[in-house]
């Protein structure tokens, strides 16, 4: 019986420690949502309410703060009762959610339009129609419109009316309604409603004297010509202009924002009363912003609000935001104070006080009040490596965190700006949710924190600091492999992105992604850094690369690896690095500037030569080819060919339209010239990343690369 009892237990212990060693299936994160965090699916307050409702075994359920249980708010079968009633085909799935007009209806879409369902009388009562070939597409859910491109042209829709063309039939290389400036300076819609919904406002883009890049689609019987309209650094740019489009009178007004056309049209803005539209006009060179007013009615130019200057850059990311109680008075986000910061003008243009102030950076803007006695914003004030929300009374400054667990927040203010539901995770923390009141105090636990993936075996995650030369302090992830002996070596991957806009140390649950942890679970302590000319540190952090780019990125990533070097239970002779875009960049600068220290490298989609990038980006921190030769010729990797030591693996997508395939190339050609041996694998059909299911086969390609 002894035997029997020693040999049960002995058994339950292997079952248990084998339960908790199962390692990741990159193939299941294609295929299951188990290995994904438990979550609240649409999870959303009810407008004028303090009801929670979210999508549960597709129904929508509906809560309250105070109650524990949730109940039925929305069936399928109701949904579906309404569209046949509607005459249009039923749903297989609840449909997400786009937007609520109040408490009793929501918007949705379903076969080619946009439909508004009313909770109370169980029907359809709107309904716009959407192309399918519709692009582009901007709503005004107040006043059931939207604006959507069909190639080059802009298109405006009405309830139940038949689009219409707002533009002249546009040339083949003029385009209204798109997104311009290659997606730069914040700008995310190519036209904008006015707040009354009487007007459009929409950005009209020349490209005709702009060179076409030829991309090659070879998926056609004989391969065709995709051209891309790619303006070089250095090079000629697009012209844009902004139109006004008068719903009642059809008409269009262009704005005068007058020449050189190649400037910056950023930040567009409508005043609550639709008289004006705001633009911050900035040059060619981005280093000398205006926020101009001008009569939306005649287009033309009214005044200059204010100027922004730098000798490095001025970047403008976000509109103006007005005052819901004084429409005289906005909020302005600017680094003018070398940290990213509010400040509250009124508008004849004058400051009237800076709102927000510190060594900390202000992250996004999340709205206002009702009553616009309190905005809401995001910030690394308390947490550099965490993104925090915190409220801020506009007439005493007092700042209030809402969120005090460490780790990466999102949040969803209700309707009066009362209650917030706040979601977070953290390296610890795989998905929460709670309702927190105005003080940041938990007034109720909607999902708790459940460690999933408890039957794997996690890696440790750690985050922490070293100092680079000039003293900053350098934010490192190190993710140690399961079993973890201090006692014993280890090979390393580094992986590095290292550009502007980027932060990739951050305090959430498996930071770094799925891959890095199945490189971990593998056997390799993963490493990464954040060094200086990434975001969130400041302006002088972020842009002291200007002109230089490549030099500060490498020097502090190599002190990472000195770091690396110093522990005992690190293998220096097997450091392998790799990286994507900037992050190409970056890990072919370190292998080649550092030949020998690393034994293997791969990356994808590199710049190799910045004149080769494109002009909006690329002269920001560059300035020109012709203004800066010397620092493009430094940057230019493929001056250090002959400093290849170790493996080199390159990836790229041969339509991408972003760093274009000839940087690689001309890498390549150089490569076999010195006789130096490269592996390089294109990916024929994929543009700057390889998505879906290919990505499987690129991360096999890498780690297959790495094996030592």
């Known amino acids: 019986m002894k035997r029997f009892i020693f040999f049960a237990i002995s058994l339950s212990v292997s ?59 929305v069936t399928l079968n109701e949904l579906n009762d309404a569209l046949i009633n509607a005459g249009l085909s039923s749903l297989k799935s609840f449909p997400y959610i786009l937007h609520w007009t109040s408490e009793h209806g929501f918007y949705f879409r379903w076969q080619e339009k ?16 959407i192309n399918k070939e519709a692009e582009n597409i901007e709503i005004d859910f107040k006043h059931a419109q939207l604006a959507y491109t069909i190639q080059n042209n802009l298109y405006v829709v009405e309830e139940n009316a038949s689009p219409f063309q707002i533009n002249p039939t546009a040339p083949e290389d003029v385009k209204f309604g798109h997104i311009v400036h290659r997606n730069e300076f914040g700008i995310e819609n190519g036209s904008f409603w006015s707040p009354n919904g009487n007007y459009l406002a929409f950005y009209r883009m020349d490209e005709s004297m702009v060179a076409d890049y030829p991309l090659v689609n070879t998926s056609t019987p004989m391969a065709t010509l995709k051209n891309e309209k790619y303006p070089m650094a250095g090079e000629t740019s697009h012209q844009v202009s902004l139109g006004v489009y008068d719903l009642k009178t059809k008409q269009i007004v262009y704005i005068q924002t007058g020449e050189p056309k190649d400037q910056y049209l950023c930040c567009i803005s409508w005043s609550p009363d639709e008289n004006y539209i705001f633009i911050a006009v900035l040059n060619r060179e981005q280093n000398h912003l205006k926020l ?97 929300f915190y409220t801020l009374n506009l007439k005493n400054q007092k700042i209030t965190r809402i969120t005090n667990e460490s780790g990466t927040h999102r949040i969803m203010a209700s309707y009066d700006g009362t209650y917030f539901l706040d979601i977070y995770n953290s390296i610890d923390i795989a998905n929460e949710i709670k309702i927190k009141d105005r003080k940041g105090e938990e007034k109720a636990l909607l999902l708790k924190n459940k460690n999933h993936l408890s039957n794997y075996a996690l890696p440790e995650t750690r985050l922490f600091t070293i100092k680079n030369p000039n003293k900053n302090d350098l934010y490192c992830r190190m993710i140690l492999p399961p079993g973890f002996d201090s006692n014993k070596t280890y090979p390393v991957f580094i992986y590095v992105y290292g550009g502007p806009h980027s932060q990739m140390v951050t305090n959430t649950w498996l930071s770094g992604g799925w891959f890095l942890h199945y490189m971990a679970q593998k056997g390799y302590i993963v490493f990464t850094l954040d060094n200086r000319g990434t975001n969130y540190r400041g302006f002088e952090f972020e842009s002291c690369i200007h002109r230089r780019l490549g030099d500060l990125e490498v020097e502090d990533q190599m002190c990472g690896v000195d770091y690396l070097k110093s522990l005992p239970y690190v293998d220096i002779t097997r450091l392998s690095i790799d990286g994507w875009s900037y992050g190409g960049f970056m890990t072919l600068s370190m292998f080649l500037r550092h030949p020998g220290v690393f034994n293997r490298a791969s990356c994808g989609g590199p710049v190799i030569d910045w004149k080769y990038y494109e002009v909006m980006y690329g002269e920001r921190y560059m300035d020109t080819p012709q203004d800066n030769s010397e620092g493009y010729k430094k940057a230019s990797l493929l001056n250090y060919v002959d400093s290849i030591q170790g493996k080199l693996l390159i990836f790229h997508g041969c339509m991408d339209p972003t760093v274009v395939w000839q940087n690689t190339l001309q890498f390549i050609d150089k ?38």
């Open 114 to 129: 946009l439909l508004h369902y009313t909770i109370d009388k169980k029907n359809i009562d709107k309904q716009i129609s």
């Open 671 to 708: 490569s076999i010239k010195a006789q130096k041996q490269v592996d390089y694998f294109v990916y024929p059909s994929h543009g700057h990343n390889v998505g879906g299911i290919d990505r499987l086969h690129l991360w096999k390609k890498i780690e297959n690369f790495h094996a030592y």
């Open 15 to 73: 079952l248990s420690l084998f339960a908790q060693n199962k390692l990741f299936n990159l193939e299941d994160l294609f295929k299951t949502r188990e290995l994904y965090a438990e979550n609240l699916s649409q999870l959303q307050w009810i407008p004028n309410t303090y009801d929670f409702v979210y999508v549960k075994n597709n129904l929508l359920v509906k809560g309250t703060l105070h109650q524990k249980e949730v109940d039925s708010f």
């Open 292 to 388: 101009n007013q001008y009569d939306a009615k005649t287009g033309q130019y009214i005044k200059t609000m204010f100027e922004e200057k730098n000798e490095r850059y001025v970047e403008p990311s976000h509109p103006m935001y007005f005052l819901p109680n004084n429409p005289n008075q906005f909020l302005w986000l600017s680094r003018r104070d070398r940290w990213n910061h509010f400040y509250l003008y009124d508008l004849s243009g004058k400051l009237l006080k800076q709102l927000t102030k510190g060594n900390w950076e202000v992250k996004d803007f999340a709205g206002f009040d009702p009553a616009g006695n309190n905005m809401f914003f995001y910030s690394n004030k308390d947490e550099i490596t965490g993104n925090h």
